[in-house]
Each structure stands twice: as C-alpha cells, then as structure tokens.
C-alpha cells in the first residue's frame, strides 16, 4: 500500500522520507524540517513542521504518535496523541509538541520528533436502539475491571 509524499521542504538539502528503522516496526520517524532550532520550555506547546505533505490511499490513516525515547528522556510528547491524519488531507504534516518536562530542550532540524503509523480504518454506521445488551461489565467505567480475576 503505497502513501504518496510531497516534499515542502522550508530549504536546503531534503530531509530523508520516513522509514521503519526495522523489519518488525509499525512506525515510522517524523524528523522536524525547521529552519533555526525551537527550544520549547517547559509546559510550552508548538506545531513542528515536517517538509511533507502525504496522500494517504482511501481506507487508511495516518497516526502520529510519540517517541518513546524522546518521552522519556526529555518529557516531550504529542499533545493530541494520537494525531490524525485523514485520508483526505492536503496541507503540510505539523507535528504538535509539548514539553512536560521541568527543563527546556532543543528541537534541532532532521531530529525525531514522532512517530507515524498507517493504519486500516473501520467507518461505522449507527443504529439507535431502545437498550443495549447486557455484558458482565455493564456501566462499570473508569477503573472498573482493575482486579476483577481477584474478586471471583
């Protein structure tokens, strides 16, 4: 399944397409395409541009996700996580950071900013009903199944 690319480069040398980095990866890189570094302070958010802009085939989306490492190290995420990307988008891919950390970092140009996944989509249709039926759960919400195998 082929997803078409468009590179919007904002100048000099292309930064290189996303790739799996390994032969079981369901992810790939999204590196930042910037001009000057961003230093995001702690609690800041910003939309980091990635010189692309995708045709996704009909039936799928992008999903962008976190890097783990970079998470981890340095407390930056994506806030919408996962961000969509719909099959009929056209406009250069943005990724929305956040720095949770308690430390500014730097977002440096080619750097890994988050990951994306191209995934099948279910389109779902309703059908209103007067009840739902019945399950063991029930309405049971938030922290409702924690330790269900011991209670039995």
């Known amino acids: 399944m082929p997803v078409a690319v468009v590179r919007t480069s904002r100048g000099g040398e292309p930064l290189p397409l996303p790739r799996y980095m390994s032969e079981r990866a369901s992810g ?6 910037i001009d000057a570094d961003i230093v995001l302070a702690p609690g800041e958010r910003r939309l980091v541009p990635t010189g692309l802009t995708l045709a996704i085939p009909p039936g799928y989306e992008g999903q962008v996700r976190p890097r783990s490492g970079l998470a981890m190290r340095d407390g930056v995420t994506v806030l919408n996580a996962p961000g969509t990307i719909d099959a009929d988008f056209r406009g250069q891919l943005q990724v929305l950071l956040v720095n949770l950390g ?4 730097t977002v440096e140009r080619g750097q890994g900013i988050a990951q994306l996944v191209i995934a099948p ?4 249709m309703w059908e209103e009903v007067a009840t739902l039926p019945p399950t063991a759960r029930g ?7 924690d330790g269900r195998e011991e209670r039995k």
């Not at 790939?28 to 395409?33: I, K, R």
């Not at 308690?102 to 970092?105: A, N």
């Open 28 to 33: 790939m890189d999204l590196l930042a395409d």
């Open 102 to 105: 308690t430390e500014p970092v």
């Open 121 to 124: 989509v279910v389109s779902a």
């Open 139 to 145: 309405s049971g919400g938030f922290g409702s199944t």
